[in-house]
């Protein structure tokens, strides 16, 4: 990949290439809300995700867009671009993408409507 290519994390299957890897977050963009605890979808017309990510990895060189669908993934997201204040001199936020943490080994071949986003401050 060039480093003025683009790469889209849309699907499980896209998601998966990275999967286990740390991910840093350069900007989050949200279409959804969170008010009073509940979800809010935004105006833009469905299905549309509830947040895109700008990311970077040590693995790819350029810039990696991913997009949010899961409403758990999205309201961690949310804490902690929203209602958490990070200092963006020296402080970001790394999310890692996976299936391994289910136990049970079922849950990670039918896991389509559980959360797999894990995030971190640093």
């Known amino acids: 990949m060039k480093a003025s290519d683009e790469l889209v994390l849309d699907t499980d299957r ?8 740390a991910l840093r977050v350069l900007h989050f963009t949200p279409f959804s809300s ?7 979808a935004g105006k833009l017309t469905e299905p549309y995700p509830h947040a ?6 040590k693995k790819v060189q350029g810039i990696i867009k991913g997009y949010v669908w899961h409403k758990i993934d999205f309201r961690h997201l949310w804490e902690v671009f929203e209602e958490i204040t990070i200092n963006k001199e020296n402080e970001g936020v790394i999310i890692f993408w996976t299936k391994q943490h289910y136990k ?10 559980l959360p797999k986003l894990r995030n ?3």
């Open 14 to 21: 896209e998601w998966s290439e990275f999967d286990g890897e």
């Open 34 to 40: 969170i008010k009073n605890g509940k979800i809010l």
């Open 52 to 57: 895109i990510l700008t990311l970077e990895c």
């Open 104 to 113: 049970i080994r079922w849950m990670r071949y039918f896991s389509y409507f």
């Open 120 to 122: 971190t401050i640093f």
